[in-house]
């Protein structure tokens, strides 16, 4: 398939087991962070968001963290299945636009 | 409803060519932002347009350039094109109303490669 990044991080688990995607974010005017997925030959897909209000969300199987002193969120999947491979990116959102800004990613790799 | 579709999915160009790449939003939506993506500087924004004006600018050169159709489609050119513009170039859509309160949605992207 087709790359989204060489020498991206890595997070093995296996099946069933949880995962714990970290991401550290840059600007702390930032008031609304997504979490999107993708993967191989396909767009990124929104998973989850939280605004900077909240230090906790959750949706199905997936909870999003937010630390704003740290400047830090986390993505944590629940029983994580084969289909959850894929590239996992944070972004986060200024409210002067929809310009999104990008973390580096994490491939996600599900052994089952 | 149908998503984000953008055209063409694959080409290839020539460096000093010029491309013309496509993105047809959801429908109702008004916001269309186009973003690049690298294995080198992974996701990066380049503009977004909503009703037909272009509302933010990312950091690229004046070669990247986009529109907006009172259909909300868009379009981005890039001129002149060097080889470190092979990358996979993505439109998002959203309602866009209110700057920063929509999801956007990803399209499938249009992979351009420059010999």
């Known amino acids: 398939g087709e790359s989204v990044g060489l020498h991206l991080p890595t997070l093995s688990v296996q099946e069933g087991d949880n995962s714990i995607i970290n991401c550290a974010y840059s600007n702390s005017a930032s008031d609304y962070f997504i979490w999107y997925k993708q993967e191989s030959g396909k767009g990124p897909q929104f998973i989850i968001d939280i605004r900077s209000n909240m230090d906790k969300r959750q949706g199905q199987r997936v909870t999003v963290l937010l630390n704003k002193t740290v400047k830090h969120l986390s993505l944590q999947i629940a029983a994580t299945q084969p289909g959850d491979s894929a590239v996992y990116f944070c972004a986060e959102l200024h409210n002067a636009g929809n310009m999104l800004t990008f973390g580096g990613g994490t491939r996600l790799m599900v052994k089952p | 409803k149908a998503g984000v579709t953008q055209t063409p999915r694959y080409l290839i160009k020539t460096r000093g060519q010029q491309v013309t790449l496509s993105c047809s939003p959801i429908s109702g939506h008004r916001s269309v932002s186009w973003y690049q993506q690298t294995p080198g500087q992974g996701l990066q924004f380049l503009f977004e347009?909503?009703?037909?004006?272009?509302?933010n600018k990312g950091n690229f050169p004046g070669r990247f350039s986009g529109r907006q159709f009172s259909n909300s489609r868009s379009e981005m050119n890039v001129s002149t094109l060097e080889l470190g513009d092979s990358a996979l170039y993505l439109c998002a859509s959203s309602f866009g109303v209110t700057p920063g309160a929509n999801v956007l949605t990803f399209g499938a992207g249009s992979r351009l490669t420059v010999l």
């Open positions: 347009y909503f009703s037909e004006t272009q509302r």
